[in-house]
C-alpha cells in the first residue's frame, strides 16, 4: 500500500489551498485518516483526523479554519485549509489506519500508512 499525497505550493496569507492524499493498493478498506504537519524545527503534530464512521477531530490551532475529509471509493483523503497563515508553514503529512488483503493467507491485516509529505509555504 502507498499513500501519495499532493497539492504543496506557495499561498499568500488569508487564501486557501487544499490537499489530497490518493492511498493505492491491495486495499479492502480504509479506518481512520489524519493529516499531520511538521514544521522544521518542530515535532510532527496532528493537524486532523477522520474516523470511518465520519467522526472528525481538530487541533485548535485549525479548527473553523481546515476540514477533512474523504471519498472512499476513491481511497483518497483531503484537506481543505481557509484563512491560512505564515504559522501553517510545514511539511504536511497524510496517514491512514488501512484494512488489507493478505494473499497468503486471505485474512485481513491491518496497517498504518504514511504519505510523503507535501510542502506548504504561507507567505505573509
Known amino acids: 500500500v502507498q499513500l501519495q499525497a499532493f497539492g504543496g505550493g506557495l499561498v499568500q496569507a488569508g487564501g486557501s489551498w487544499s490537499l489530497s492524499c490518493a492511498a493505492s493498493?491491495?486495499?479492502?478498506?480504509?479506518?481512520?485518516v489524519e493529516w499531520y504537519r511538521q514544521a522544521p524545527g518542530k515535532q510532527r503534530e496532528l493537524v486532523a483526523a477522520?474516523?470511518?464512521?465520519?467522526?472528525?477531530n481538530y487541533a485548535d490551532f485549525v479548527k473553523g479554519r481546515f476540514t477533512i475529509s474523504r471519498d472512499n471509493a476513491k481511497n483518497t483523503m483531503y484537506l481543505q485549509m481557509n484563512s491560512l497563515k505564515p504559522e501553517d508553514t510545514a511539511t504536511y503529512y497524510c496517514?491512514?489506519?488501512?484494512?488489507?488483503?493478505?494473499?497468503?493467507?486471505?485474512?485481513?491485516?491491518?496497517?498504518?500508512?504514511w504519505g510523503q509529505g507535501t510542502q506548504v509555504t504561507v507567505s505573509s
Open positions: 496517514h491512514a489506519n488501512v484494512n488489507t488483503i493478505n494473499i497468503r493467507t486471505s485474512r485481513i491485516d491491518v496497517h498504518d500508512y
Open positions: 493498493g491491495r486495499i479492502r478498506s480504509i479506518n481512520a
Open positions: 477522520l474516523s470511518s464512521g465520519g467522526s472528525t
